[in-house]
């Protein structure tokens, strides 16, 4: 007979992972649930994602014949996409310490990974090392580490906390891998549809582009993996926006919607969150705080606004120059 796992939540043993800091007990009746290869048919009366008190983390997923997987996304440094766990403790001290750059730190930085940071912005730029660039032309290193440290700040998270639901994503992606339930034929993640995360059904579609990106900074990570994640907005949240954004034309209000609610990352981006404070600059492949806090349920959308002055769409658009 195959062996079943199953995650046994007792009130005593069970923790839900909520706000990245914040731990309470859920009290329930011991339940059994199969754990991922293993699904069920049934949502499972958990949240998601959670922790267990062995510090184990696990999301709730849909696959696509419409059963429930309870995938175990703990981040660690032994997953075959990337590692999870690192940070520029050499050149970003504060950083590892607190989980934030200071201003007067990021003043002092002539250099990141030994690389001078005119070659950084020169490699980073559209058409350096990718077509697409990992920043605007008109802004530089500095000015976009700056300019999300600010608005990290602002939004009250620290960049490991912004980097850890993408590492879930890649977590999930690589159980994926392992069982080799990937549609290799076409390079994809077929077996997923969407999975629950802070209330909040968020979709997502991933492919191996067979490539082998490489990196600004002198640390040898390479982008291989092509990932969209979106969630649709609630009928209160577009009233919201259209109540609040009147001033903005229909494309620029779509633009709104597009840059809050969809996001095209890859296993590089979080792995720059966590280890520079790096979200790259506003390009194509731009992993924005905002729409981390928005697309994962972070936040939601009245008290997001807020804390931006009611002003979304300029801190989504606004370059960071100097």
Not at 59 to 66: L, N, P, Q, R
């Amino acid at each position: 007979m195959k062996a079943i796992n199953w995650l046994i939540l007792v009130i005593s043993l069970l923790s839900i992972f909520c706000g990245y800091s914040q731990y309470s007990i859920m009290e329930v009746d011991t339940i059994p649930y199969k754990i991922y290869p293993q699904v069920n048919k049934e949502k499972p009366a958990l949240p998601s994602p959670f922790r267990t008190k062995d510090d184990h983390e696990y999301v709730i997923a849909v696959t696509k014949e419409g059963h429930y997987g309870i995938i175990r996304v703990t981040p660690a440094n032994t997953y075959e996409i990337c590692k999870q766990l690192i940070v520029d403790t050499l050149d970003f001290p504060e950083l590892a310490q607190t989980g934030l750059h200071t201003e007067a730190g990021l003043d002092t930085i002539q250099t990141i990974t030994g690389r001078a940071l005119e070659k950084i912005t020169m490699l980073g730029r559209p058409n350096g090392l990718s077509q697409a660039g990992f920043m605007a032309r008109d802004e530089n290193i500095i000015s976009v580490i700056k300019g999300d440290n600010s608005l990290l700040v602002k939004l009250g998270f620290t960049h490991p906390q912004m980097a850890r639901p993408l590492f879930h994503v890649l977590n999930m992606m690589d159980a994926d891998l392992s069982l080799k339930r990937w549609n290799m034929a076409k390079h994809k993640w077929e077996n997923i549809q969407y999975f629950y995360y802070n209330n909040q059904k968020v979709f997502v579609e991933a492919e191996d582009t067979k490539g082998g990106q490489k990196s600004i900074f002198n640390d040898g990570i390479e982008g291989a993996f092509y990932v969209k994640l979106w969630r649709e907005l609630h009928p209160d949240e577009i009233n919201y926006l259209k109540d609040r954004y009147t001033s903005l034309t229909e494309d620029n209000f779509k633009d709104l919607i597009s840059k809050l609610s969809v996001m095209h990352t890859g296993e590089m981006e979080p792995q720059y969150i966590m280890r520079y404070g790096f979200y790259e600059g506003h390009t194509y492949w731009r992993t924005d705080p905002i729409a981390i806090t928005f697309i994962f349920g972070l936040i939601d959308l009245p008290e997001l606004d807020d804390v931006l002055e009611n002003n979304l769409y300029y801190f989504l658009t606004e370059h960071y120059t100097e």
